[in-house]
């Protein structure tokens, strides 16, 4: 392999250099719409990024979700963190993106660079920003003596890590957000997807527990004490008691509660993850979530009605489209006839077409007006078809 990028020579734990020109550029950077969006970030957004922050929960996330799925020689056990800070070379903007992985790929120069996202919250937009912090990754990564020299770039995967339980909706590729129109120039368009990874629909589906991050996921989403206290024991069990991924656990359950209705007073006396066993969460599962469910088993009968309501309107309008085209193919018919055989079998033709359940025979009847030399014979004719 190559020499090390000078950010490369930073142990897998601490965060890599920044070169000092850099942090000139951030001083005067002027603030941007990014900064301050990650400024205002959800307390859950933040709690996901200090657990995914910890090489092995990356590790154990990426052999779950990508590996098997798109690059199988990527050496895992050399994962390390990269820069989230970037500058934009020409507005001088300062944008971050939540975590950065890389790991060397196939023993060579070449390394895949992991973007991370965590996001509690559906946002349509999401290929767009996603599009931007994989351009300027791409950026910083252009600037490596090594690629440039090569005149090559390594791969990026921008990973969504969908935390919300409403179902994600919204594009996940730039080709989605297109209109109609402007699909016509794809081929110089740009088709950036994401990798989404919704965790309430894989809590969901866990049947066990036996790791720090599937015991973070059914202590996250837990649908009821049982499981709650199940995934506690196996986290004090599992997780060191320095592991920053205890507190991030702490704090994102303690959002959660204080999202679903707890005093933030009282929720503030959580701080370590033996706390989650103190009377102040007894309380909570007994008053607070109790209410949370129900409200929720009310939105879903709600949202069950509008949904019925929804469909019997789409099937009602369907079936009337449906009788407005065999009105509309009926009257074209009868017009034909008219002008062909006269009124008389015009007459006997709309009638025939009345009787008629259903009018399969559009075309055989339209025929039948252009190869049958007289109305009586056509007649017979559309009868028989009809029959």
């Known amino acids: 392999m190559a020499a090390a990028r000078p950010q490369d020579r930073s142990s897998a734990d601490e965060p890599p250099e920044r070169d000092a020109s850099q942090d000139k550029l951030s001083d005067k950077a002027p603030p941007s719409d990014e900064v301050r969006r990650k400024a205002i970030h959800q307390p859950i957004d933040k709690s996901a990024k200090d657990f995914y922050g910890e090489r092995d929960m990356v590790d154990e996330f990426l052999r779950k979700h990508v590996f098997g799925r798109i690059v199988a020689d990527v050496e895992l056990a050399k994962l390390r963190k990269g820069p989230t800070e970037y500058i934009d070379s020409k507005s001088r903007a300062v944008r971050h993106a939540d975590m950065v992985w890389k790991a060397p790929f196939r023993d060579s120069w070449l390394y895949v660079v992991f973007l991370f996202e965590a996001q509690s919250t559906v946002d349509w937009r999401m290929p767009v920003r996603i599009l931007l912090e994989t351009a300027l990754v791409y950026e910083d990564l252009a600037k490596d003596p090594e690629v440039r020299k090569r005149r090559k770039l390594p791969p990026v995967l921008p990973i969504v890590v969908y935390l919300g ?29 994401f990798l989404l990874v919704s965790e309430a629909e894989e809590a969901k589906a866990l049947t ?13 989403y837990a649908q ?3 499981e709650f206290d199940e995934a506690l ?30 005093k933030e007073e009282e929720m503030a006396k959580l701080r370590e993850l033996e706390d989650l066993e103190s009377p102040v969460v007894d309380t909570w599962w007994a008053a607070e979530r109790r209410e949370a469910h129900r409200k929720g088993l009310e939105e879903g009968r709600r949202q069950g009605l509008r949904e019925g309501r929804q469909e019997a309107r789409q099937e009602g309008r369907q079936e009337g489209e449906a009788r407005g085209r065999r009105l509309g193919q009926r009257a074209t018919l009868v017009r034909q006839a008219r002008r062909k055989f006269g009124s008389e079998t015009a007459e006997g033709l709309a009638a025939l077409l009345e009787g008629a359940a259903e009018l399969d025979g559009v075309a055989e009847v339209a025929d039948l007006i252009i190869d049958c030399g007289s109305g009586r014979d056509f007649l017979a004719q559309v009868t028989g078809a009809l029959a």
């Open 208 to 220: 066990r527990a036996d790791t720090p991050r599937t015991a973070g996921l059914r202590l996250r």
């Open 165 to 193: 339980a409403k179902p994600w909706d919204a594009p996940t590729r730039l080709e989605e957000m297109l209109t109609e129109e402007a699909k016509a120039f794809l081929p110089f368009a740009l088709g950036h997807e």
């Open 224 to 226: 009821d004490r049982a």
């Open 233 to 262: 024991a196996v986290l004090r069990k599992l997780l060191p008691e320095d592991s920053p991924a205890r507190r991030a656990l702490v704090e994102w359950v303690r959002s959660s509660m204080i999202e679903d209705g707890a």
